[in-house]
């Protein structure tokens, strides 16, 4: 018989995606993001099986399981598995409290459409078996390990802004995130009449795919030089314009760009984050405006689909602003669009859509929402 039948949960544990406002590629140069939490999560119920190492873990969505022993933790060939079998490797070196489970996964989140599936994947995890097992890890620790695990068993040298977004949001804020010092503000976020709404491109892109990598090893690159003139710049997070001037003749226009983009993301950030404060809308549009050019130009994340809903958005007064979001190459674009052009809004945006890419598209609303949290438990 299958472990799903009859399946009574100890625990379920409820790990949202998160959208980024502003500050995309950002996190692993150690600048500055703006994510929160959504309401589409990730379900885990799980329950204790009384085995001492052997566990079994289904995903309603793909509709398929697998065992696995915690005493012979490896890489798998199947890769929404190795989201999971990495945070348990992370669990292992920090714990010996674990014993057999069985956990039932269901995903409200579309995989690859830049909502982080996988961050909530692996916090979902590691906070539930956190919470079954008793084991004292900390939510800053779930964070942790869980960019670990994606950087050991999946190969994305990711960030540590989905991870921390997952768990740390909390509703009705964005999270105005130092990801140099971790050092973190929580801004109430009340944009009435506007609503941020999503358009899916159903374009997806997979990160462990060498691009994103590829954005990293260009920055580390781009740091070498600037510091050469300025030994001091550890980071992107430390250099300035005119300091990727002075060095701008020793750098590709390839490098030169990456840097420029990176250096001006981390001032639209902390003017978004003003530009919230003061409630000044028509600003915080621009500035999203501003990022996705950089996306599409400078960093070259985009992709005509993305573009295309970008550019579109322009014609109408009443969307103030739209950019990609998240790794890039597709997944959501978010706009800014009043309450009384949303409907409207969709319907042009649909016909034009299908009718240069041959894809309907998917629209939802997004509202910052709480992280990871437990939705019942015996
Ligand atoms: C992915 C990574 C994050 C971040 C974004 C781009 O979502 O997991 O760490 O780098 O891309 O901003």
């Not at 472990?3 to 009574?8: G, H, P, R, S, V």
């Not at 920090?94 to 690859?112: A, H």
């Not at 670990?148 to 990711?158: D, I, K, L, N, R």
């Not at 950089?294 to 809903?309: K, M, T």
């Amino acid at each position: 018989m299958l472990f799903t039948e009859n399946f009574t949960p100890e625990l379920i544990v409820e790990s949202p995606g998160r959208i980024n406002l502003i500050g995309e590629h950002t996190d692993y140069n150690l600048g500055y993001v703006l994510p929160t939490a959504i309401e589409k999560t990730i379900t885990f119920k799980f329950r204790k099986n009384n085995s001492s190492t052997q566990c079994n873990i289904f995903s309603l969505g793909y509709d398929v399981g697998f065992k696995l022993d915690l005493n012979n933790i490896s890489r798998s060939d199947v890769e929404w598995e190795n989201y999971l079998l990495g945070v348990l490797n992370e669990l292992l070196k920090r714990t010996d409290k674990l014993r057999g489970f069985d956990i039932i996964i269901e995903s409200k989140l579309p995989i690859g459409s830049g909502l982080s599936s996988s961050a909530a994947l692996e916090c979902g995890l590691a906070f539930g078996l956190n919470k079954l097992f008793d084991l004292g890890i900390s939510n800053m620790d779930i964070v942790r390990l869980s960019q670990t695990a994606e950087h050991t068993f999946v190969g994305t040298q990711c960030g540590i802004m989905d991870q921390f977004a997952s768990v740390m949001s909390q509703e009705g804020h964005v999270l105005l995130l130092d990801c140099k010092s971790l050092e973190h503000t929580q801004i109430p976020i009340a944009i009435a009449p506007y609503k941020m709404i999503m358009l899916n491109t159903k374009v997806s892109h997979n990160l462990a795919s060498s691009e994103y990598n590829t954005r990293k090893k260009e920055c580390e690159d781009g740091v070498r030089i600037i510091q050469k003139k300025y030994p001091e710049v550890m980071s992107l997070r430390d250099a300035t314009l005119s300091m990727l001037e002075e060095s701008a003749a020793e750098m590709s226009k390839t490098i030169y760009n990456r840097c420029l983009f990176i250096i001006s993301e981390n001032e639209r950030v902390l003017a978004t984050a003003k530009a919230l404060q003061e409630n000044n809308l028509e600003l915080f549009g621009q500035l999203l405006y501003e990022a996705h050019q950089g996306i599409s130009e400078l960093y070259e994340v985009s992709c005509p689909e993305s573009d295309f809903l970008v550019n579109f958005s322009k014609q109408y007064d009443l969307v103030l602003g739209a950019r990609q979001v998240g790794g890039g190459f597709g997944g959501c674009v978010l706009h800014i669009v009043h309450e009384e052009e949303v409907d409207h809004y969709f319907a042009e945006a649909t016909k034009a859509y299908k009718i240069r890419f041959d894809i309907d598209l998917d629209a939802f609303e997004v509202r910052p929402s709480s992280g990871t949290y437990i939705a019942y438990e015996v």
